[in-house]
């Protein structure tokens, strides 16, 4: 059985990108799933950005801050930010998604669709708006996921065709309604999701990555690229 602590929810999941180049990748369903599904953005005007940001900090808590290592470097004359498995990135899960009871995690969940979605906002420092852009691939795969005793197995298969094969058993805690915490020995060392319903009751699970790049006095650009599975109940 593999520990897919330090990997996180995007490879248990099924988020396995160099599978895209083995295998046909299905148009994107836009029609149920839009890029912009279940997402809230913050404002297009620059000056509004940490107020926008500021509205999620209540769901914040320790447990979830110590999972958030940035990295931070500069090569050629462009500072680069990220971090992984991003808890707060700039394209947030919408709060109207979260999980009044963990007990209604609990059951089997089957995946209806895989997706990755790079949502970007960039801005000249002397404009005060930004240009938006959202792209989204569909990605092959199946998920099964089973939630009971307060632990979360995950079950993946790369085609329809394919057998179920075991990819993961981890503890899972959920914070606040928002956050999905899958650990092993320590809290510390485990990995965030966003979690959440939509109004359909389909259990949405995301894994963000968020990186600011900046040109002191030029630009400055935020992207968050979400791997995400939608399930619903089987």
Not at 16 to 39: E, I, L, N
Not at 58 to 87: C, H, L, P, Y
Not at 182 to 199: E, N, P, R
Not at 206 to 221: F, K, Q, S
């Amino acid at each position: 059985m593999k520990n897919i602590t330090w990997l996180g929810l995007a490879i248990a999941v099924g988020f396995c990108f160099t599978a895209v180049a083995q295998s046909a990748t299905p148009a994107p369903d836009t029609a149920r799933f839009s890029a912009t599904y279940a997402t809230a953005l913050p404002s297009p005007v620059r000056g509004e950005w940490e107020r926008d940001y500021r509205k999620y900090e209540r769901f914040m808590t320790k447990d979830v801050a110590r999972t958030q290592m940035g990295v931070t470097f500069e090569k050629d004359g462009i500072a680069t930010w990220f971090v992984s498995n991003s808890a707060r990135p700039h394209a947030q899960l919408d709060t109207a998604t979260r999980i009044p009871d963990a007990a209604k995690l609990v059951g089997r969940w089957q995946s209806i669709a895989h997706r990755a979605v790079v949502h970007r906002d960039s801005a000249v420092t002397t404009e005060p708006t930004c240009h938006r852009s959202a792209t989204l691939v569909q990605m092959p795969g199946q998920t099964q996921l089973a939630f009971a005793d307060g632990k979360v197995t995950i079950s993946t298969r790369p085609t329809p065709e394919a057998v179920y094969e075991r990819a993961g058993r981890q503890k899972y805690a959920l914070i606040n309604g928002r956050y999905l915490l899958l650990y092993g020995l320590s809290k510390a060392g485990g990995s965030i999701s966003l979690v959440g319903f939509d109004a359909a009751n389909r259990l949405i699970l995301r894994n963000c990555t968020a990186t600011e790049r900046r040109v002191r006095g030029r630009y400055i650009t935020y992207q968050t690229v979400i791997q995400e599975g939608i399930f619903v109940r089987q």
